[in-house]
């Protein structure tokens, strides 16, 4: 099988978890987890940084932060991986799910700003939905696949309906928007270093802040709120939402090799979509003007995607689909959907994820290319 996006460890990470494990510093506590945050930090140019156990607790934690409470609405895309709306449940908001952008497939921003122009209005305590009467309390764009949305546009919407930004960047490690890296540019980012991401720690989580209160508050919620470090004193409902110092080794050793990761990814995407540029049916997602990527995920739009599926397959080759549309499914079925042609649908019935595993080799790539081309032309 050549897999789809696969963990590339090759660096230092045997090292310093070695380090972990001989010294017994395998837990919460440990020096990894520091050097891991000025890591994100340094590369990413944000202020702060605090890790987390993962990126689903990033985000909620995150968007506790930035002030959501339970009765609010948060605009967030339809097509997403589904753990952003589900941390705005956590909290007992609610989300409303904006259709996808054709080009380039992230929050249409149209949609949401036409949204906040015909049906909100400012007055104190915040940003209110008229019809509902409840207060929108943040936007979380996500940088689907690694694209970054056109941040410019979204904190001018930001700004003029004084609504927070959440940036759900736990796909776009790596990732710029006219120089400025992903997550940096909201109230607060957060990363997530799954199995399948640019760089993974098997699982864990960042969030960035250039907020030293709200730094010094996310490390303080995401510790148990222990105030203090003799007594087991705890002022407010906390969470173990901490990164073990076991995977944070494993997470500088992946930091390190970061940049030479991106310079893969973006070789990968450049081979694949010279090959397909001929391709008839084949449409390539278009980066927002000012934007560098990370290629995380190398992602076309086909025709016959299911029966493309099963072919690359059935010939050994990892393939996947989009996330189901949020508005699909059984949870959020009752959120509203702002959408003018269900563009999201229409990306999920024919987006599909091809293999590009940073350590793909050149003969595996081109076996995918093979099979796609064969598929589609005999
Ligand atoms: C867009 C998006 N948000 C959030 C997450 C959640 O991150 P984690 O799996 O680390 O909790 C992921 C990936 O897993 C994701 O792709």
Redesign the pocket.
């Known amino acids: 099988m050549i897999p789809l996006s696969a963990p590339n460890i090759a660096g230092n990470e045997w090292t310093y978890i070695k380090d972990c494990l001989d010294t017994g510093w395998v837990s919460s506590a440990g020096a990894y987890v520091g050097r891991m945050e000025e890591a994100v930090a340094r590369y990413t140019g944000s202020p702060f940084a605090v890790a987390t156990?993962?990126?689903?607790?990033?985000?909620h934690i995150s968007l506790l932060l930035a002030g959501v409470q339970a009765g609010d609405l948060v605009l967030s895309p339809d097509i997403?991986?589904?753990?952003?709306v589900n941390?705005i449940k956590y909290l007992g908001a609610d989300p409303l799910l904006v259709d996808s952008d054709p080009e380039n497939w992230q929050m249409d921003l149209e949609i949401l700003e036409s949204f906040l122009a015909a049906e909100s209005e400012i007055r104190p305590g915040g940003c209110f939905h008229m019809a509902s009467g409840k207060r929108i309390g943040a936007l979380l764009p996500?940088?689907?696949l690694g694209a970054i949305c056109d941040m410019e546009r979204l904190m001018a919407i930001s700004g003029r309906y004084r609504v927070p930004v959440v940036e759900?960047s736990?796909?776009a490690l790596g990732s710029r928007y006219r120089g400025r890296h992903a997550g940096t540019f909201g109230l607060l980012g957060?990363f997530?270093?799954?199995g399948?991401?640019i760089i993974t720690t098997g699982?864990?989580?960042m969030v960035v802040t250039a907020d030293s209160g709200i730094a010094r508050r996310c490390k303080h919620l995401t510790t148990q709120a222990k105030a203090g470090t003799g007594e087991y004193f705890h002022d407010e409902v906390g969470y173990n939402y901490r990164m073990v110092n076991l995977l944070a080794a494993m997470g500088v050793a992946q930091m390190e090799q970061l940049p030479a990761f991106l310079d893969r990814k973006a070789e990968i995407t450049r081979i694949y979509n010279e090959a397909f540029a001929g391709l008839e049916g084949i449409r390539f997602r278009q980066d927002v003007p000012g934007s560098v990527p990370n290629h995380w995920l190398y992602t076309i739009q086909v025709p016959r995607l299911r029966q493309l599926r099963e072919y690359l397959e059935s010939g050994g080759i990892e393939c996947r689909p989009l996330w189901v549309p949020m508005h699909l499914l059984p949870a959020f079925r009752d959120s509203r959907f702002l959408t003018r042609n269900n563009q999201s649908e229409y990306l999920y019935q024919h987006a599909i994820s091809l293999p590009c595993s940073t350590h793909l080799t050149d003969a595996q790539q081109q076996e995918v290319i093979g099979s796609l081309i064969r598929f589609f032309h005999g």
């Not at 997403?80 to 952003?84: D, G, I, S």
């Open positions: 156990s993962n990126g689903t607790t990033a985000l997403t991986f589904v753990a952003p941390a996500v940088h689907v759900d736990t796909e957060c997530s270093f799954n399948n991401k699982g864990g989580g």
